[in-house]
């Protein structure tokens, strides 16, 4: 079980990760939503109902307490995914996509 720190409504897992306690939501999850779609506290709290509005401004304020740790997290994760997608080879399903016929407006011809 993680340990609650001083910090209300965040609490730290055995691998340093903030949780937001009582809910089963990491705070970097809550973040990514405040950076990737500029959503406020409350458009945040609106899209996970099972959030209270305290619970996500604390998640926010522990990001920016703890900012630069987060967004090397953020990178780090982003490095890793786009990794991931390079060595994935394309799917059969993918490749014929590809390979469909298109006509001279760029429609693509269904046979």
Request: glycine share 4%; with cysteine.
């Amino acid at each position: 079980m993680p340990e609650t720190t001083a910090t209300p409504h965040i609490c730290m897992d055995e691998q340093g990760r903030a949780w937001i306690d009582d809910a089963n939501v990491k705070v970097i999850e809550i973040v990514l939503d405040h950076i990737a779609y500029g959503w406020t506290a409350e458009s945040i709290q609106e899209n996970h109902p099972a959030l209270t509005l305290a619970q996500v401004y604390a998640a926010l304020a522990w990001y920016y307490d703890h900012q630069a740790d987060l967004d090397a997290e953020i990178e780090g994760q982003s490095e890793r995914l786009q990794a991931l997608r390079a060595a994935v080879k394309p799917s059969p399903l993918a490749r014929r996509a590809l390979l469909r016929p298109e006509d001279a407006q760029g429609q693509v011809i269904f046979l």
